[in-house]
Protein backbone atom coordinates (compact mmCIF):
# COMPACT_ATOMS: atom_id res chain seq x y z
CA UNK A 1 0.00 0.00 0.00
CA UNK A 2 3.01 2.77 0.54
CA UNK A 3 4.73 1.03 -2.60
CA UNK A 4 3.96 4.44 -4.36
CA UNK A 5 6.28 7.13 -3.36
CA UNK A 6 8.49 9.09 -5.60
CA UNK A 7 12.46 8.46 -5.78
CA UNK A 8 12.80 11.66 -7.00
CA UNK A 9 11.40 13.34 -4.06
CA UNK A 10 12.92 11.23 -1.15
CA UNK A 11 16.56 11.91 -3.10
CA UNK A 12 15.27 15.72 -3.40
CA UNK A 13 14.37 15.76 0.46
CA UNK A 14 17.75 14.24 1.19
CA UNK A 15 19.99 16.16 -1.48
CA UNK A 16 21.41 13.54 -3.21
CA UNK A 17 21.98 13.21 -6.41
CA UNK A 18 21.31 9.58 -8.30
CA UNK A 19 21.96 8.65 -11.27
CA UNK A 20 18.79 6.77 -13.15
CA UNK A 21 20.38 3.34 -13.28
CA UNK A 22 20.72 3.97 -8.91
CA UNK A 23 16.95 5.23 -8.81
CA UNK A 24 15.44 2.02 -10.12
CA UNK A 25 17.89 0.06 -8.16
CA UNK A 26 17.08 1.97 -5.08
CA UNK A 27 13.18 1.94 -5.87
CA UNK A 28 13.37 -1.71 -5.89
CA UNK A 29 15.24 -1.57 -2.61
CA UNK A 30 12.58 0.43 -0.84
CA UNK A 31 10.11 -1.08 -2.00
CA UNK A 32 11.17 -3.92 0.07
CA UNK A 33 11.75 -2.21 3.01
CA UNK A 34 8.41 -0.81 2.60
CA UNK A 35 6.51 -3.94 2.51
CA UNK A 36 8.75 -5.21 5.74
CA UNK A 37 7.43 -2.28 7.70
CA UNK A 38 3.71 -3.31 6.04
CA UNK A 39 4.55 -6.26 7.76
CA UNK A 40 4.61 -4.35 10.88
CA UNK A 41 1.16 -3.04 10.61
CA UNK A 42 -0.40 -6.45 11.04
CA UNK A 43 0.77 -7.12 14.32
CA UNK A 44 -1.96 -6.87 17.19
CA UNK A 45 -0.58 -4.35 19.68
CA UNK A 46 -3.48 -2.87 21.12
CA UNK A 47 -2.93 -4.28 24.28
CA UNK A 48 0.39 -2.89 24.76
CA UNK A 49 2.00 -0.49 26.71
CA UNK A 50 2.96 2.43 24.54
CA UNK A 51 6.67 2.78 24.37
CA UNK A 52 7.84 6.27 23.35
CA UNK A 53 11.63 6.00 23.16
CA UNK A 54 13.69 3.12 22.62
CA UNK A 55 15.28 4.07 25.88
CA UNK A 56 14.06 3.49 29.39
CA UNK A 57 16.23 6.41 30.69
CA UNK A 58 15.07 9.08 31.75
CA UNK A 59 16.48 12.78 30.54
CA UNK A 60 18.90 14.38 32.63
CA UNK A 61 18.69 18.24 32.69
CA UNK A 62 21.13 20.82 33.45
CA UNK A 63 21.75 23.83 35.64
CA UNK A 64 21.30 26.86 33.55
CA UNK A 65 24.68 27.84 33.99
CA UNK A 66 26.91 28.98 31.28
CA UNK A 67 30.85 27.97 30.36
CA UNK A 68 33.59 29.32 28.01
CA UNK A 69 32.92 28.53 24.43
CA UNK A 70 35.62 27.62 21.85
CA UNK A 71 37.13 30.65 20.80
CA UNK A 72 35.94 32.63 17.60
CA UNK A 73 39.24 31.31 15.85
CA UNK A 74 39.06 27.54 16.98
CA UNK A 75 35.07 27.64 16.32
CA UNK A 76 35.72 29.17 12.97
CA UNK A 77 38.84 26.81 11.80
CA UNK A 78 37.57 24.09 9.98
CA UNK A 79 35.43 26.44 7.30
CA UNK A 80 36.54 26.50 3.82
CA UNK A 81 35.45 30.04 3.60
CA UNK A 82 34.71 32.80 6.02
CA UNK A 83 34.00 37.16 6.03
CA UNK A 84 33.91 39.30 8.57
CA UNK A 85 33.91 36.84 10.88
CA UNK A 86 30.87 34.78 9.40
CA UNK A 87 30.82 31.38 7.77
CA UNK A 88 30.05 32.20 3.88
CA UNK A 89 28.01 29.00 2.24
CA UNK A 90 26.38 29.08 -1.23
CA UNK A 91 23.20 31.71 -1.64
CA UNK A 92 20.05 29.54 0.06
CA UNK A 93 16.73 31.19 1.20
CA UNK A 94 15.54 30.32 4.58
CA UNK B 1 -20.61 33.60 -2.60
CA UNK B 2 -19.74 35.44 0.88
CA UNK B 3 -16.00 34.05 2.18
CA UNK B 4 -14.76 33.50 6.01
CA UNK B 5 -11.16 34.50 6.60
CA UNK B 6 -9.45 31.64 8.93
CA UNK B 7 -6.08 32.38 10.59
CA UNK B 8 -4.04 30.30 13.07
CA UNK B 9 -0.67 32.02 14.42
CA UNK B 10 2.43 30.30 15.20
CA UNK B 11 4.55 32.18 17.87
CA UNK B 12 8.40 31.51 18.67
CA UNK B 13 9.45 33.01 21.75
CA UNK B 14 13.05 33.51 23.02
CA UNK B 15 13.58 32.10 26.49
CA UNK B 16 15.52 34.38 28.49
CA UNK B 17 18.07 32.36 29.96
CA UNK B 18 21.83 32.43 30.73
CA UNK B 19 22.83 29.34 28.44
CA UNK B 20 21.60 27.89 25.21
CA UNK B 21 19.04 25.04 25.13
CA UNK B 22 21.41 21.84 24.85
CA UNK B 23 24.64 23.24 26.13
CA UNK B 24 26.56 25.82 28.06
CA UNK B 25 27.65 28.30 25.51
CA UNK B 26 26.25 31.85 26.96
CA UNK B 27 23.35 33.55 25.16
CA UNK B 28 24.53 36.66 23.80
CA UNK B 29 23.27 39.59 22.27
CA UNK B 30 25.66 41.37 20.37
CA UNK B 31 26.52 42.33 16.63
CA UNK B 32 30.02 40.40 16.69
CA UNK B 33 29.38 36.85 14.96
CA UNK B 34 30.09 33.52 16.16
CA UNK B 35 31.39 34.19 19.71
CA UNK B 36 29.53 31.97 21.29
CA UNK B 37 29.97 27.86 19.94
CA UNK B 38 30.68 25.09 20.92
CA UNK B 39 30.35 21.22 19.47
CA UNK B 40 27.33 21.08 20.52
CA UNK B 41 25.95 24.01 18.64
CA UNK B 42 27.79 23.46 16.10
CA UNK B 43 27.14 20.13 15.19
CA UNK B 44 30.01 18.54 15.21
CA UNK B 45 30.83 15.03 15.11
CA UNK B 46 30.13 13.59 18.52
CA UNK B 47 28.62 16.49 20.57
CA UNK B 48 26.12 15.45 22.53
CA UNK B 49 23.07 18.22 23.76
CA UNK B 50 21.71 18.09 27.46
CA UNK B 51 18.82 20.34 27.98
CA UNK B 52 18.68 22.90 30.13
CA UNK B 53 16.44 22.45 33.32
CA UNK B 54 15.65 26.51 33.29
CA UNK B 55 13.78 26.56 30.24
CA UNK B 56 12.21 23.51 30.80
CA UNK B 57 10.45 25.55 34.01
CA UNK B 58 10.09 28.44 31.84
CA UNK B 59 7.72 25.98 28.83
CA UNK B 60 5.94 24.59 32.07
CA UNK B 61 5.29 28.15 33.33
CA UNK B 62 4.15 28.93 29.75
CA UNK B 63 2.20 26.53 29.03
CA UNK B 64 0.25 26.56 32.87
CA UNK B 65 -0.19 30.76 32.20
CA UNK B 66 -1.96 29.71 28.59
CA UNK B 67 -4.02 26.74 30.54
CA UNK B 68 -2.53 24.17 28.65
CA UNK B 69 -2.51 20.30 30.47
CA UNK B 70 1.33 19.48 30.92
CA UNK B 71 2.60 16.65 29.11
CA UNK B 72 4.15 14.47 31.64
CA UNK B 73 6.00 12.00 29.81
CA UNK B 74 7.54 13.91 26.45
CA UNK B 75 9.97 13.73 24.48
CA UNK B 76 12.79 15.32 21.78
CA UNK B 77 12.37 14.83 17.92
CA UNK B 78 14.35 15.49 15.05
CA UNK B 79 13.00 17.90 12.26
CA UNK B 80 15.18 17.30 9.59
CA UNK B 81 15.75 20.09 6.59
CA UNK B 82 18.78 21.52 4.62
CA UNK B 83 18.66 24.80 5.43
CA UNK B 84 22.37 25.84 6.47
CA UNK B 85 20.63 28.06 9.78
CA UNK B 86 21.39 24.76 11.98
CA UNK B 87 24.41 22.81 10.87
CA UNK B 88 23.44 19.64 12.39
CA UNK B 89 20.93 19.20 9.03
CA UNK B 90 18.38 19.28 11.47
CA UNK B 91 16.59 20.95 14.46
CA UNK B 92 15.68 19.29 18.23
CA UNK B 93 12.15 19.44 18.12
CA UNK B 94 8.96 18.22 19.42
CA UNK B 95 6.30 16.94 17.49
CA UNK B 96 3.76 14.28 18.88
CA UNK B 97 3.96 14.95 23.07
CA UNK B 98 4.85 18.63 23.33
CA UNK B 99 4.98 20.14 26.38
CA UNK B 100 1.70 22.04 26.80
CA UNK B 101 -1.35 21.08 24.90
CA UNK B 102 -5.22 22.52 24.81
CA UNK B 103 -4.94 25.68 26.49
CA UNK B 104 -6.33 29.06 25.82
CA UNK B 105 -5.92 32.97 26.34
CA UNK B 106 -8.38 35.26 26.84
CA UNK B 107 -7.85 38.49 24.78
CA UNK B 108 -9.57 42.36 24.57
CA UNK B 109 -10.56 43.74 21.42
CA UNK B 110 -12.24 46.83 22.28
CA UNK B 111 -14.73 46.21 25.25
CA UNK B 112 -15.36 43.02 24.64
CA UNK B 113 -13.18 39.70 26.00
CA UNK B 114 -12.50 36.46 23.30
CA UNK B 115 -10.91 33.81 23.63
CA UNK B 116 -8.09 31.83 21.39
CA UNK B 117 -7.44 28.53 21.82
CA UNK B 118 -3.75 27.12 21.93
CA UNK B 119 -3.50 23.91 20.66
CA UNK B 120 -0.06 23.25 21.61
CA UNK B 121 3.60 24.76 23.49
CA UNK B 122 6.69 22.81 22.57
CA UNK B 123 10.23 23.16 23.16
CA UNK B 124 12.94 23.55 20.25
CA UNK B 125 16.04 25.46 19.70
CA UNK B 126 16.50 28.53 17.71
CA UNK B 127 18.95 28.70 14.31
CA UNK B 128 21.76 30.83 13.42
CA UNK B 129 21.14 33.95 11.68
CA UNK B 130 21.62 34.32 7.76
CA UNK B 131 22.67 37.39 5.91
CA UNK B 132 22.22 37.00 2.41
CA UNK B 133 24.71 39.13 -0.14
CA UNK B 134 23.91 39.81 -3.44
CA UNK B 135 21.15 42.54 -4.85
CA UNK B 136 19.42 42.59 -1.83
CA UNK B 137 16.94 40.19 -3.14
CA UNK B 138 16.51 36.91 -1.28
CA UNK B 139 16.02 35.18 -3.99
CA UNK B 140 18.98 36.61 -5.97
CA UNK B 141 21.57 36.47 -3.32
CA UNK B 142 24.96 35.28 -4.45
CA UNK B 143 26.73 34.01 -1.12
CA UNK B 144 24.93 33.74 2.37
CA UNK B 145 26.44 34.70 5.89
CA UNK B 146 26.30 32.51 9.16
CA UNK B 147 26.73 33.60 12.35
CA UNK B 148 25.57 30.63 14.85
CA UNK B 149 25.36 32.81 17.87
CA UNK B 150 21.57 32.44 18.23
CA UNK B 151 22.12 28.49 17.19
CA UNK B 152 20.48 26.86 20.09
CA UNK B 153 18.91 29.33 21.87
CA UNK B 154 16.00 28.22 24.03
CA UNK B 155 12.79 28.66 21.79
CA UNK B 156 9.51 28.06 22.60
CA UNK B 157 6.92 27.56 19.74
CA UNK B 158 2.89 28.32 20.56
CA UNK B 159 1.08 27.10 18.43
CA UNK B 160 -3.10 28.77 17.98
CA UNK B 161 -6.01 26.36 16.41
CA UNK B 162 -7.38 27.68 13.46
CA UNK B 163 -9.94 29.80 15.22
CA UNK B 164 -9.18 33.70 14.92
CA UNK B 165 -10.99 35.21 12.17
CA UNK B 166 -9.74 38.96 11.27
CA UNK B 167 -6.25 40.82 11.54
CA UNK B 168 -7.17 42.81 14.70
CA UNK B 169 -7.82 39.25 16.29
CA UNK B 170 -4.16 38.08 15.87
CA UNK B 171 -2.77 41.43 17.23
CA UNK B 172 -5.22 41.41 20.05
CA UNK B 173 -3.42 37.65 20.70
CA UNK B 174 0.38 38.20 20.19
CA UNK B 175 -0.29 41.07 22.59
CA UNK B 176 -1.78 39.00 25.12
CA UNK B 177 0.56 36.41 24.98
CA UNK B 178 3.39 39.03 24.61
CA UNK B 179 2.35 40.01 27.75
CA UNK B 180 2.33 36.89 29.18
CA UNK B 181 5.88 35.99 28.32
CA UNK B 182 6.82 39.63 29.90
CA UNK B 183 4.39 39.39 33.14
CA UNK B 184 6.29 35.62 33.98
CA UNK B 185 9.18 36.74 33.18
CA UNK B 186 10.59 34.37 30.99
CA UNK B 187 11.28 36.27 28.42
CA UNK B 188 11.99 39.85 27.19
CA UNK B 189 9.19 39.79 24.65
CA UNK B 190 10.71 42.73 22.81
CA UNK B 191 9.50 42.48 19.14
CA UNK B 192 11.89 44.31 17.33
CA UNK B 193 14.57 42.57 19.02
CA UNK B 194 13.29 39.18 17.83
CA UNK B 195 12.66 37.81 21.11
CA UNK B 196 8.70 37.06 19.68
CA UNK B 197 8.22 35.91 15.90
CA UNK B 198 5.19 34.85 14.24
CA UNK B 199 3.86 33.23 11.08
CA UNK B 200 -0.17 33.29 10.54
CA UNK B 201 -1.63 30.64 8.40
CA UNK B 202 -4.51 32.19 6.55
CA UNK B 203 -7.30 30.52 4.57
CA UNK B 204 -10.39 31.73 3.46
CA UNK B 205 -13.73 29.33 2.46
CA UNK B 206 -16.99 29.70 2.36
CA UNK B 207 -19.10 30.84 5.35
CA UNK B 208 -21.17 28.53 6.94
CA UNK B 209 -18.36 25.65 5.49
CA UNK B 210 -17.30 23.25 7.88
CA UNK B 211 -14.05 22.73 5.75
CA UNK B 212 -11.45 25.56 5.97
CA UNK B 213 -9.66 26.69 2.78
CA UNK B 214 -5.89 25.64 1.35
CA UNK B 215 -3.66 27.07 3.72
CA UNK B 216 -1.23 29.56 3.14
CA UNK B 217 1.57 30.52 5.61
CA UNK B 218 3.11 33.99 5.63
CA UNK B 219 6.28 34.89 7.09
CA UNK B 220 8.54 37.98 7.63
CA UNK B 221 6.16 40.30 10.02
CA UNK B 222 8.06 41.63 12.80
CA UNK B 223 5.82 43.86 13.72
CA UNK B 224 2.32 44.51 15.04
CA UNK B 225 1.45 46.61 12.30
CA UNK B 226 3.06 44.04 9.40
CA UNK B 227 1.10 41.16 11.02
CA UNK B 228 -2.06 43.62 10.54
CA UNK B 229 -1.01 44.49 7.40
CA UNK B 230 -0.18 41.39 5.84
CA UNK B 231 -3.50 39.62 6.86
CA UNK B 232 -5.26 41.95 5.40
CA UNK B 233 -3.59 41.65 2.33
CA UNK B 234 -3.61 38.18 2.13
CA UNK B 235 -7.10 37.90 2.80
CA UNK B 236 -8.02 40.27 0.18
CA UNK B 237 -5.70 37.91 -2.07
CA UNK B 238 -7.17 34.89 -1.32
CA UNK B 239 -11.03 36.24 -1.50
CA UNK B 240 -10.04 37.63 -4.85
CA UNK B 241 -8.51 34.80 -6.67
CA UNK B 242 -11.23 32.42 -4.88
CA UNK B 243 -14.12 34.49 -6.55
CA UNK B 244 -12.24 34.58 -10.14
CA UNK B 245 -12.40 30.58 -9.61
CA UNK B 246 -8.44 30.39 -9.79
CA UNK B 247 -6.66 27.80 -6.86
CA UNK B 248 -5.26 28.70 -3.91
CA UNK B 249 -1.81 26.65 -3.98
CA UNK B 250 -0.38 25.49 -0.45
CA UNK B 251 2.75 27.37 0.13
CA UNK B 252 4.54 29.99 2.05
CA UNK B 253 4.79 33.75 1.42
CA UNK B 254 6.40 36.35 2.63
CA UNK B 255 5.70 40.10 3.82
CA UNK B 256 7.20 42.43 1.86
CA UNK B 257 7.39 45.71 4.10
CA UNK B 258 8.78 48.12 0.97
CA UNK B 259 5.77 46.99 -1.50
CA UNK B 260 3.34 46.14 0.75
CA UNK B 261 2.24 42.87 -0.70
CA UNK B 262 2.95 38.67 -0.32
CA UNK B 263 5.20 37.21 -2.12
CA UNK B 264 5.74 33.46 -2.94
CA UNK B 265 8.90 32.04 -1.21
CA UNK B 266 8.47 28.24 -1.94
CA UNK B 267 5.88 25.45 -2.19
CA UNK B 268 5.47 24.53 1.89
CA UNK B 269 6.76 21.52 2.68
CA UNK B 270 4.76 19.01 4.22
CA UNK B 271 5.21 17.62 7.73
CA UNK B 272 6.30 14.35 6.18
CA UNK B 273 9.06 16.07 4.35
CA UNK B 274 10.12 17.03 7.65
CA UNK B 275 11.17 13.38 8.51
CA UNK B 276 10.24 13.77 11.87
CA UNK B 277 11.95 11.01 14.35
CA UNK B 278 12.39 10.42 17.83
CA UNK B 279 16.00 12.11 18.62
CA UNK B 280 17.76 9.16 19.76
CA UNK B 281 20.24 11.67 22.02
CA UNK B 282 17.75 12.90 24.45
CA UNK B 283 15.95 9.62 26.16
CA UNK B 284 12.15 10.79 27.51
CA UNK B 285 11.44 13.80 29.42
CA UNK B 286 9.77 13.23 32.76
CA UNK B 287 7.99 16.23 33.86
CA UNK B 288 6.60 15.02 37.38
CA UNK B 289 4.21 16.91 39.93
CA UNK B 290 6.64 18.46 41.86
CA UNK B 291 8.61 19.55 38.50
CA UNK B 292 5.08 21.23 37.53
CA UNK B 293 4.58 22.91 41.09
CA UNK B 294 7.67 24.57 41.28
CA UNK B 295 6.49 25.89 38.02
CA UNK B 296 3.59 27.25 39.40
CA UNK B 297 5.58 28.53 42.56
CA UNK B 298 6.77 30.75 40.10
CA UNK B 299 3.89 32.44 38.41
CA UNK B 300 3.58 35.71 40.17
CA UNK B 301 1.76 37.57 37.64
CA UNK B 302 0.25 37.39 34.34
CA UNK B 303 -1.96 39.56 32.32
CA UNK B 304 -5.62 38.07 33.12
CA UNK B 305 -4.77 38.41 36.85
CA UNK B 306 -3.52 41.77 36.12
CA UNK B 307 -6.93 42.73 34.12
CA UNK B 308 -9.04 41.66 37.00
CA UNK B 309 -7.68 43.75 39.49
CA UNK B 310 -8.28 46.82 37.47
CA UNK B 311 -11.53 45.94 36.50
CA UNK B 312 -12.09 45.41 40.15
CA UNK B 313 -11.14 49.14 40.74
CA UNK B 314 -13.93 49.87 38.47
CA UNK B 315 -12.44 50.58 34.84
CA UNK B 316 -13.73 49.43 31.65
CA UNK B 317 -12.45 46.45 29.79
CA UNK B 318 -10.41 48.23 27.35
CA UNK B 319 -9.45 50.52 29.87
CA UNK B 320 -7.97 48.09 31.86
CA UNK B 321 -6.87 46.13 28.71
CA UNK B 322 -4.95 49.53 28.29
CA UNK B 323 -2.83 49.79 31.70
CA UNK B 324 -2.58 45.65 31.34
CA UNK B 325 -0.39 46.05 28.37
CA UNK B 326 1.58 49.32 29.65
CA UNK B 327 4.47 49.85 31.47
CA UNK B 328 4.99 48.12 34.79
CA UNK B 329 5.18 51.24 36.62
CA UNK B 330 2.05 53.14 35.38
CA UNK B 331 0.38 49.63 36.09
CA UNK B 332 1.49 49.98 39.94
CA UNK B 333 0.93 53.60 39.91
CA UNK B 334 -2.53 53.29 38.73
CA UNK B 335 -3.64 50.66 40.85
CA UNK B 336 -1.42 52.82 44.14
CA UNK B 337 -3.45 56.13 42.97
CA UNK B 338 -7.03 54.60 42.68
CA UNK B 339 -6.98 53.49 46.20
CA UNK B 340 -5.93 57.17 47.31
CA UNK B 341 -8.43 58.94 45.25
CA UNK B 342 -11.22 56.13 44.72
CA UNK B 343 -12.12 57.49 41.49
CA UNK B 344 -10.69 55.29 38.31
CA UNK B 345 -12.06 56.68 35.52
CA UNK B 346 -10.68 60.47 36.59
CA UNK B 347 -7.06 58.63 37.96
CA UNK B 348 -7.01 56.49 34.71
CA UNK B 349 -7.72 59.67 32.45
CA UNK B 350 -5.14 61.88 34.46
CA UNK B 351 -2.24 59.48 34.36
CA UNK B 352 -2.52 57.64 30.90
CA UNK B 353 -3.57 61.47 29.57
CA UNK B 354 -1.45 64.03 31.33
CA UNK B 355 0.67 62.63 33.06
CA UNK B 356 2.27 60.31 29.54
CA UNK B 357 1.82 63.18 27.26
CA UNK B 358 3.38 65.72 29.70
CA UNK B 359 6.35 63.02 30.31
CA UNK B 360 6.53 62.28 26.48
CA UNK B 361 6.69 65.89 25.93
CA UNK B 362 9.13 66.43 28.50
CA UNK B 363 11.22 63.25 27.37
CA UNK B 364 11.46 61.78 30.55
CA UNK B 365 10.62 58.17 30.24
CA UNK B 366 10.62 57.42 34.36
CA UNK B 367 9.36 59.73 36.90
CA UNK B 368 11.24 61.75 39.45
CA UNK B 369 11.30 60.41 42.54
CA UNK B 370 9.10 62.29 44.71
CA UNK B 371 6.48 61.69 42.33
CA UNK B 372 4.30 58.94 44.16
CA UNK B 373 0.33 57.73 43.94
CA UNK B 374 -0.44 60.32 47.22
CA UNK B 375 0.93 63.46 45.25
CA UNK B 376 -0.69 62.50 42.29
CA UNK B 377 -4.26 61.73 44.09
CA UNK B 378 -3.93 64.97 45.72
CA UNK B 379 -3.51 66.80 42.53
CA UNK B 380 -6.38 64.77 41.35
CA UNK B 381 -8.69 65.41 44.10
CA UNK B 382 -8.04 69.28 44.05
CA UNK B 383 -9.33 69.10 40.41
CA UNK B 384 -11.75 66.72 40.96
CA UNK B 385 -13.82 68.58 43.56
CA UNK B 386 -13.50 71.78 41.74
CA UNK B 387 -10.90 73.55 44.38
CA UNK B 388 -8.81 74.18 41.18
CA UNK B 389 -9.29 74.16 37.40
CA UNK B 390 -7.64 71.81 34.98
CA UNK B 391 -5.77 74.10 33.54
CA UNK B 392 -3.88 74.46 37.37
CA UNK B 393 -4.20 70.90 37.90
CA UNK B 394 -1.86 70.98 34.58
CA UNK B 395 0.71 73.37 35.27
CA UNK B 396 0.84 71.88 39.27
CA UNK B 397 1.56 68.41 37.01
CA UNK B 398 4.28 70.24 35.17
CA UNK B 399 5.95 71.91 37.72
CA UNK B 400 6.03 68.64 39.91
CA UNK B 401 7.47 66.95 37.27
CA UNK B 402 10.58 69.29 38.10
CA UNK B 403 10.23 70.17 41.11
CA UNK B 404 9.09 68.60 44.95
CA UNK B 405 6.36 70.02 45.61
CA UNK B 406 3.59 69.51 47.62
CA UNK B 407 0.67 69.75 45.10
CA UNK B 408 -2.09 71.45 47.67
CA UNK B 409 0.27 73.97 49.48
CA UNK B 410 1.35 74.97 45.96
CA UNK B 411 -2.00 75.71 44.67
CA UNK B 412 -3.01 77.73 47.52
CA UNK B 413 0.68 79.16 47.88
CA UNK B 414 0.08 80.26 44.41
CA UNK B 415 -3.36 81.53 44.85
CA UNK B 416 -4.82 78.72 42.29
CA UNK B 417 -7.51 77.42 44.64
CA UNK B 418 -10.75 78.27 43.22
CA UNK B 419 -13.23 80.38 44.87
CA UNK B 420 -16.63 79.25 45.37
CA UNK B 421 -17.94 82.49 47.26
CA UNK B 422 -21.43 82.94 45.42
CA UNK B 423 -21.09 86.98 46.54
CA UNK B 424 -17.64 86.91 44.39
CA UNK B 425 -19.10 85.17 41.49
CA UNK B 426 -22.65 86.89 41.27
CA UNK B 427 -20.56 90.28 40.99
CA UNK B 428 -18.47 88.84 38.21
CA UNK B 429 -21.65 87.38 36.21
CA UNK B 430 -23.65 90.85 36.62
CA UNK B 431 -20.31 92.59 35.50
CA UNK B 432 -20.26 89.78 32.18
CA UNK B 433 -23.72 90.36 31.38
CA UNK B 434 -23.58 94.28 31.52
CA UNK B 435 -20.91 94.02 29.17
CA UNK B 436 -22.35 91.90 26.93
CA UNK B 437 -26.06 92.59 26.54
CA UNK B 438 -26.26 91.67 22.80
CA UNK B 439 -25.59 88.17 23.76
CA UNK B 440 -27.54 88.21 26.58
CA UNK B 441 -30.60 89.29 24.30
CA UNK B 442 -29.59 86.31 21.72
CA UNK B 443 -30.07 83.96 24.01
CA UNK B 444 -33.07 81.41 23.79
CA UNK B 445 -32.62 78.57 26.30
CA UNK B 446 -30.28 77.49 29.02
CA UNK B 447 -28.76 74.75 26.89
CA UNK B 448 -27.31 77.64 24.45
CA UNK B 449 -24.20 77.49 23.34
CA UNK B 450 -24.07 81.57 24.14
CA UNK B 451 -24.50 80.06 28.36
CA UNK B 452 -20.54 78.44 27.53
CA UNK B 453 -19.04 82.00 25.90
CA UNK B 454 -19.88 83.65 28.84
CA UNK B 455 -18.85 80.94 31.51
CA UNK B 456 -15.93 81.74 29.57
CA UNK B 457 -16.03 85.64 29.98
CA UNK B 458 -16.48 85.25 33.61
CA UNK B 459 -13.91 82.91 33.96
CA UNK B 460 -11.78 84.57 31.79
CA UNK B 461 -12.29 87.84 34.02
CA UNK B 462 -11.69 86.27 37.46
CA UNK B 463 -8.10 84.89 36.15
CA UNK B 464 -9.89 81.20 36.42
CA UNK B 465 -9.97 81.53 40.32
CA UNK B 466 -13.34 80.98 40.21
CA UNK B 467 -15.06 77.31 40.27
CA UNK B 468 -16.70 77.08 36.24
CA UNK B 469 -19.21 74.84 37.60
CA UNK B 470 -20.32 77.29 40.43
CA UNK B 471 -20.36 80.64 37.56
CA UNK B 472 -22.43 78.71 35.28
CA UNK B 473 -24.82 77.90 38.53
CA UNK B 474 -25.24 81.80 38.97
CA UNK B 475 -25.09 82.72 35.56
CA UNK B 476 -28.34 80.32 34.57
CA UNK B 477 -30.06 81.95 37.96
CA UNK B 478 -29.50 85.59 36.74
CA UNK B 479 -30.36 85.10 32.96
CA UNK B 480 -33.80 82.51 33.52
CA UNK B 481 -34.46 82.46 37.26
Keep these: MTKDFNIDDISNLASIHLEEKEKLKLQKDLEIVLEHVDALKNIDVKDEKIDIHPLSKILDLREDESTPSLSHEDAMKNSPETKDGHFVVPPSIE | MSLKPTIGMETHVELDTESKMFCSCKVVETDEPNISLCPTCLGLPGALPVPNKKAIEYIVMLSLGANCSITKEGMFHRKNYFYPDLPKNYQISQFDFPVGVEGSLEIVIEDNLHTVAIERVHMEEDTGKSIHLGSGRIDSATSTLLDFNRSGVPLVEVVTKPIISSAKMAVAYIEELRQLVIDLGISKGKLEKGNLRFDANISVAEEGSDELGVKVE ?5 SLKSLEKA ?22 RHWDENKQVTLSMRTKEGSADYRYFSDPDLPNMVINDEFIEISQNQIKETPEKKRKTLLDTGLSLSDSNYLDKGQRWLYELYLSTVKETGDCKSTFNFLTGELQGQMRKAEISELPQWVNSEKLASLINLFENNEISFTSAKDILAKLLIED ?53 VMKSSESKVNPGSVKEVLLKELFG
Aim: net charge negative; charged share 30%; no cysteine.
Design chain 2, 405 to 457: IDPKSFASDNNLIQSSDNDEIKALVTLVINENQDIVERLENPEDKLVGFLVGQ
Design chain 2, 231 to 252: IDYEILRQTKMVQDKESIIQET
Design chain 2, 218 to 222: IKNMN
